[in-house]
């Protein structure tokens, strides 16, 4: 697999990133970076107490019109940087004693990211390193990473290919996702953690409830419970608000109701999945607690 005709993600747009030319997803052969930090927010076997050394990669292979981070993932906010550069990136988020290495939205740089993940452990990186992906991803890709990635933290979004179309510009969605899923947790496996429960490798199965939307929803979590082992970490988020594209939605133009993410979280208590995290609602409707039990 190269970038002369790019087939890294499901789009597979065969464009020639190699000779410059920007893809389906608005990159072509060079890294683009928006934001490398410590973070504090993701789940609590991921931050801990130390932060997880952030990369966010700019440029996203979806198109989702409620997406925080729009301006990186759908503008291109951020700056070109190379395959040593990235390189040193993680080992100076090593130097930073961070608990691992957070890739986000890691997808389209799958080639280069592989390259300074090599470079960087003969250099003495030895921290986990987290694939945190949108779900929308091919095989093939994946089976690269097998190896390299010791923790695959990926978001199941739909599963509606209605819904994945009209919000994410990603047809199949559910399919192509549930077998990229299917792949990562046989590379990573049942989660693993330390003495202080952060996670050394595994997977994490992400979904954000979407206003309007609990049905997709149910049938996501049904899924993870009928066709994914029992011992797979799934992290339900209530932290939607309507940014971007999705105000001119009537569908998503509003944060959750209290009532429609009790019912997810009812749900979710019946089907007894065992493992994962849910994210608390406030008091009131539109305030959020970014709390995890």
């Not at 700019?58 to 729009?70: F, G, V």
């Not at 080639?111 to 986990?128: C, D, R, S, V, Y």
């Not at 609990?214 to 049938?219: A, R």
Request: with cysteine; glycine share 6%; proline share 3%.
């Amino acid at each position: 697999m190269n970038l002369s005709s790019c087939e890294i993600c499901p789009h597979r747009c065969k464009v020639n990133r190699a000779n410059g030319i920007k893809g389906r997803c608005k990159c072509d052969d060079k890294i683009k970076i928006a934001l490398a930090s410590i973070h504090n927010f993701e789940e609590p076997c991921i931050s801990g107490t130390k932060g997880s050394g952030t990369v966010f990669f700019s440029n996203c292979n979806l198109n989702c019109i409620y997406c925080q981070n729009y301006e990186i993932s759908q503008l291109g906010k951020g700056k070109e940087i190379t395959i040593h550069e990235l390189a040193e990136i993680f080992l100076d988020q090593q130097k930073n004693n961070v608990h691992n290495i957070n890739l986000v939205t890691p997808t389209m740089y799958a080639l280069q990211i592989i390259e300074a993940i090599k470079i960087a452990k003969k250099q003495g990186l030895n921290i986990p390193i987290i694939y945190n992906t949108n779900g929308y991803e091919n095989i093939e890709t994946i089976k690269l990473l097998n190896g390299l990635i010791d923790v695959y933290l990926p978001d199941l979004k739909y599963f509606s290919n209605t819904i994945a179309v009209k919000y994410s510009n990603a047809n199949n969605y559910f399919k192509i996702a549930t077998e990229a899923i299917k792949e990562m947790y046989n590379q990573a496996g049942t989660a693993k953690f330390d003495e202080e429960g952060i996670i050394k490798k595994g997977v994490i199965i992400r979904h954000l409830v979407l206003p309007n939307h609990i049905q997709n929803s149910k049938n996501i979590l049904k899924w993870i419970k009928e066709n994914m082992p029992e011992d797979v970490y799934v992290s339900v988020m209530a932290q939607y608000f309507p940014t971007y594209k999705a105000k001119e939605d009537a569908y998503i133009n509003r944060k959750l109701t209290k009532k429609e993410y009790k019912e997810i979280e009812n749900y979710l208590y019946t089907l007894n999945i065992e493992n994962g995290y849910i994210q608390e609602l406030g008091e009131h409707e539109e305030e959020y607690v970014p709390n995890w039990e």
